[in-house]
């Protein structure tokens, strides 16, 4: 069994033979490696090779994989049972953490994915509010909610379906889709629609179409505009929550949105999400209120067990310097690296999330991002991944650190960068 021959099977059975799109490594070409097992930052596919993992399951993998913590924890919550359908304990002791962490959430609901959170954010956003229109960001991906799939990043992006087949033409002109970063588009669309406006979805750092930054006063207007119309402000930080500070990057930023998506670090790997934020606003879930939501899984005591061990351990380890001090050293060697290889490459970070755009300049939205050479970052993918570094197979995803990688990971790829920038 080879990844080559279990790849030809599993597209006799799935669709492009990968459960997740970007998966397909159809934006670097090429055929995926089957993964046998993962431990701490390194992965090994099922034909032995080893790999540095930068992908870290696209974000829950903060400690590394597989850690002891969460490994007991699943088991041991295992002996008592897999699913009840029933309220259990860690599901109070999940949202009190969540509660107690993210000040801005005052009551949270747990769901099995950051698609559901995100989806059941912007459904309780039009039920609050009662209005139907709903902002979003070019190249922020959101999970793959009807509403949301409109100049949607990650594989939408990477795929060349930033706006999907399948979403009726009637619900995406509810969706307005604005550049992250350009602030008079912002003031107009308020100025405009303001009345109608339910909601603004935001990745506060956009990390689906490569990784850029919010411009200073950004976020800040985003706030302003959003309170001055009565619009709710929903947070996306699927990816950044529990990374970018114990809080989110709403702990760094200082900014406090009505909403808020949460997803992979609080399943400690296992399938979960949340939705969060002012008590008023959620009391209006079912089955106080009129918004229905629901799900078999939700509150899964295997994922809260993992979830929990992993936000725990997070916290005994005090996580988020040292996940800070490990991009720091990343950053350096990769820095380095561009510079020894005479590339004028951006290579942009915040904490253990970043990425390398093929490209020179500034990149503060997904035109910038769309300028990178997809080519030249496809031969450095495969370069890298031959040498046993496994970057995202795409220039339209983040990558991201853990606390498991170590200085000698970190000075083998930039050793391993340095050669495939050549590629
Ligand atoms: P999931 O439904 O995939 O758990 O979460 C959707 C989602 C929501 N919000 C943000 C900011 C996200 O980044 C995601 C999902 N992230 C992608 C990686 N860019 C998941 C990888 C994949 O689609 O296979």
Same mark, same amino acid.
């Given at each position: 069994?080879?990844?080559?021959?279990?790849?030809?099977?599993?597209?006799?059975?799935?669709?492009?033979?990968?459960?997740?799109?970007?998966?397909?490594? !159809?934006?670097?070409?090429?055929?995926?490696?089957?993964?046998?097992?993962?431990?701490?930052?390194?992965?090994?596919?099922?034909?032995?090779?080893?790999? /540095?993992?930068y992908?870290?399951?696209?974000g829950?993998?903060i400690?590394?994989?597989?850690?002891?913590?969460?490994?007991?924890?699943?088991?041991?919550?295992?002996?008592?049972?897999?699913?009840? %359908? *029933?309220?259990?304990?860690?599901?109070?002791?999940?949202?009190?953490?969540?509660?107690?962490? #993210?000040?801005? *959430?005052?009551?949270?609901?747990? #769901?099995?994915?950051?698609?559901?959170?995100?989806?059941?954010?912007?459904?309780?956003? !039009?039920?609050?509010? %009662?209005? =139907?229109? *709903?902002?979003?960001?070019?190249?922020?991906?959101?999970?793959?909610?009807?509403?949301?799939?409109?100049?949607?990043?990650?594989?939408?992006?990477?795929?060349?379906?930033?706006?999907?087949?399948?979403?009726?033409? &009637?619900? &995406?002109?509810?969706?307005?889709?604005?550049?992250f970063n350009?602030?008079?588009?912002?003031? +107009?669309?308020?100025?405009?629609?303001?009345? $109608? /406006?339910?909601?603004? /979805?935001v990745e506060p750092i956009p990390a689906n179409a490569g990784l850029y930054l919010p411009r200073p006063?950004f976020l800040?207007?985003?706030?302003?505009?959003?309170? &001055?119309?009565?619009?709710?402000?929903?947070f =996306?930080e699927?990816m950044t929550g529990f990374r970018l500070a114990?809080g989110g990057y709403q702990e760094r930023c200082g900014i406090?949105?009505?909403?808020?998506?949460?997803?992979? /670090?609080?399943?400690?790997?296992?399938?979960?999400?949340?939705? %969060?934020?002012?008590?008023? *606003?959620?009391?209006?879930?079912?089955? =106080?209120?009129?918004?229905?939501?629901?799900?078999?899984?939700?509150?899964?005591?295997?994922?809260? +067990?993992?979830?929990?061990?992993?936000?725990?351990?997070?916290?005994?380890?005090?996580a988020w310097d040292?996940l800070e001090a490990i991009g720091a050293e990343f950053e350096?060697?990769t820095r380095?690296?561009?510079?020894?290889? %005479?590339?004028?490459?951006v290579f942009q970070r915040i904490g253990s999330m970043f990425c390398l755009y093929?490209?020179?300049?500034?990149v503060w939205?997904?035109?910038?991002?769309?300028?990178?050479?997809?080519?030249?970052?496809?031969?450095?993918?495969?370069?890298?991944?031959?040498?046993?570094?496994?970057?995202?197979?795409?220039?339209?995803e983040a990558g991201f650190l853990?606390?498991?990688?170590?200085?000698?990971?970190?000075?083998?790829? &930039? $050793?391993?960068?340095?050669?495939?920038?050549?590629?």
């Amino acid at each position: 069994m080879t990844s080559q021959t279990l790849f030809a099977e599993a597209r006799r059975y799935i669709p492009g033979g990968v459960n997740s799109p970007v998966r397909a490594f !159809r934006g670097v070409g090429g055929e995926p490696f089957f993964v046998d097992r993962a431990k701490g930052a390194h992965i090994w596919d099922i034909e032995g090779k080893e790999y /540095i993992d930068y992908v870290g399951t696209w974000g829950p993998a903060i400690l590394g994989h597989a850690p002891g913590v969460i490994q007991e924890a699943i088991a041991a919550a295992a002996l008592k049972g897999v699913s009840f %359908g *029933i309220p259990n304990p860690l599901e109070v002791e999940m949202a009190r953490t969540i509660t107690e962490w #993210v000040p801005s *959430i005052k009551k949270v609901r747990m #769901v099995n994915s950051g698609t559901e959170a995100t989806m059941s954010s912007i459904r309780l956003a !039009r039920g609050f509010t %009662g209005r =139907d229109k *709903i902002v979003k960001f070019e190249g922020c991906y959101h999970g793959h909610v009807d509403s949301l799939l409109v100049k949607a990043g990650s594989g939408a992006l990477t795929h060349g379906q930033p706006d999907s087949a399948g979403v009726p033409a &009637a619900l &995406a002109q509810l969706t307005i889709t604005l550049p992250f970063n350009d602030p008079e588009a912002l003031r +107009a669309i308020f100025a405009r629609e303001g009345s $109608q /406006i339910a909601a603004v /979805i935001v990745e506060p750092i956009p990390a689906n179409a490569g990784l850029y930054l919010p411009r200073p006063g950004f976020l800040e207007l985003l706030r302003e505009l959003c309170s &001055a119309y009565d619009a709710l402000l929903i947070f =996306d930080e699927v990816m950044t929550g529990f990374r970018l500070a114990r809080g989110g990057y709403q702990e760094r930023c200082g900014i406090t949105p009505d909403l808020t998506a949460l997803g992979k /670090i609080i399943g400690g790997g296992l399938p979960v999400g949340a939705f %969060g934020g002012r008590a008023e *606003i959620m009391d209006q879930l079912s089955p =106080d209120g009129p918004v229905y939501q629901a799900g078999t899984l939700s509150g899964n005591p295997l994922a809260m +067990a993992a979830g929990l061990a992993q936000l725990h351990e997070l916290e005994r380890l005090n996580a988020w310097d040292k996940l800070e001090a490990i991009g720091a050293e990343f950053e350096e060697g990769t820095r380095v690296a561009l510079k020894k290889a %005479g590339r004028d490459y951006v290579f942009q970070r915040i904490g253990s999330m970043f990425c390398l755009y093929f490209t020179s300049g500034e990149v503060w939205n997904l035109a910038d991002a769309q300028r990178s050479d997809r080519a030249g970052f496809a031969r450095y993918f495969h370069a890298c991944r031959e040498a046993g570094v496994y970057f995202a197979p795409s220039q339209f995803e983040a990558g991201f650190l853990s606390l498991a990688h170590t200085s000698e990971d970190l000075v083998k790829t &930039a $050793q391993i960068v340095e050669r495939a920038l050549g590629a």
